[in-house]
C-alpha cells in the first residue's frame, strides 16, 4: 500500500515562503507522474503543478507559474513544492498526489492514484 506524506506547511506572511514535502512510503512504486493540487476553503480541488517521473517535465497552473516550482528528489522517494511570493489567496490544503499511468492530462484530478492528507497552508495579508 503506497502511502504519501506532506509536510511543510504552515502560516507565512504575504510575500513570504513555504517549501512543501512529499514522501513516498513505498520505494519501488511504479508512478508517472507527481502533482500537488490544493483546496480552498468552499471551493473545489484545484492543479497547482506536476512532474513527470522519468523526464522532470513540469507542469503548472497560470495561477503560480513564476512563483511556484515542482521539484524531486528520486533518491529519496520525495516531490517538493517550493512557493515563493505567496498571496492570501495560495491559503488552501495542498495535497500530493501521485499517477501510475499517463491517461491524457496531468492536471485532473481523476487521473491520480494515491493521495497525500494534506497540508494546510495559510497566508496572511
Known amino acids: 500500500q503506497v502511502q504519501l506524506v506532506e509536510s511543510g506547511g504552515g502560516l507565512v506572511q504575504a510575500g513570504g515562503s ?26 473545489e480541488r484545484e492543479f497547482v503543478a506536476a512532474i513527470t517521473w522519468t523526464r522532470d517535465i513540469t507542469t503548472y497552473a497560470d495561477s503560480v507559474k513564476g512563483r511556484f516550482t515542482i ?24 495535497y500530493c498526489a501521485a499517477a501510475q499511468f499517463y491517461r491524457g492530462s496531468y492536471s485532473i484530478m481523476n487521473n491520480y492514484d494515491y493521495w497525500g492528507q494534506g497540508t494546510q497552508v495559510t497566508v496572511s495579508s
Open 18 to 43: 513555504l517549501r512543501l514535502s512529499c514522501a513516498a512510503s513505498a520505494l519501488t512504486f511504479s508512478r508517472s507522474a507527481e502533482a500537488w493540487f490544493r483546496q480552498a476553503p468552499g471551493k
Open 71 to 94: 521539484s524531486r528528489d528520486k533518491a529519496k522517494n520525495t516531490v517538493f513544492l517550493q512557493m515563493n511570493s505567496l498571496k492570501p489567496e495560495d491559503t488552501a490544503v495542498y
